[in-house]
């Protein structure tokens, strides 16, 4: 990837106590400054709301920051909107069921060219687990096949959005996030952020920042994990191998 990347990559749209993307409005406000219309992807929906109520709620947030919203399902040509679009949102909802679509409509080649000219990109929950490497350590049920897991790799490593630390006093017996990230690693080798709630990654050009007020955790094969605090420079991270 070259220097003109603007990526925006969110663990979820809603935390407790605020509305639809309330908590970070100033920063998607930075990231989107210059555009006057994103296109949003609604792909993700599993059927609680429809495209139409799911792009009339992110526009409704993004009226806040004097930015128009149009959703890609209204368009005659995806792929051509997605090309001529001035950024580009692609919101939460079941992982599986956006990469899916993201393959029928043949777009994954498309987006990766847009990021790369510096179209800026904002993920959120779903919208940034396709962003990594593949979709392996998305949280959601697998609804729908997929082609392939192989995403955006708009980063060059996988994330867990909605990262929820071990409980030391639940009785719950059952697999934590971090033991489903160290069972994905017995297989394979990408690293994973694991993103808490509230936090956010940032990247512009080559540097990448942890945001937020919560922090994350950072997986590697083979090694500890690693406690990642808001404000760490992970700019690092952006050498690795790419798609």
Known sequence: MNDER?????STSTVHGSGFLEYCTQEIADHFEGCGTILF?????????????????????????????????????PDLAVREAEGLFIGGGNTFLLLRELYRHELLGTI????ERGTPYMGSSAGSNVAGLTIGTTNDMPIVHTPSFDALGLVPFNLNPHYLDPDPGSTHMGETRQTRILEFHVQNTEPVIGLREGAWLRVTGPAMQLKGTSGARLFRRDQEPEELAAGSDLSAMLEGTSR
């Open 112 to 115: 990766r060219s847009i990021v």
């Open 41 to 77: 992807v609604p792909y993700a929906s599993p059927g609680g709301l429809t495209y139409d109520e799911y792009t009339d709620l992110v526009a409704c947030r993004f009226a806040a920051i004097d930015v128009n919203v149009e959703g890609i399902h209204s368009q005659p040509d």
């Open 6 to 10: 603007r990526i925006l990559l969110l």
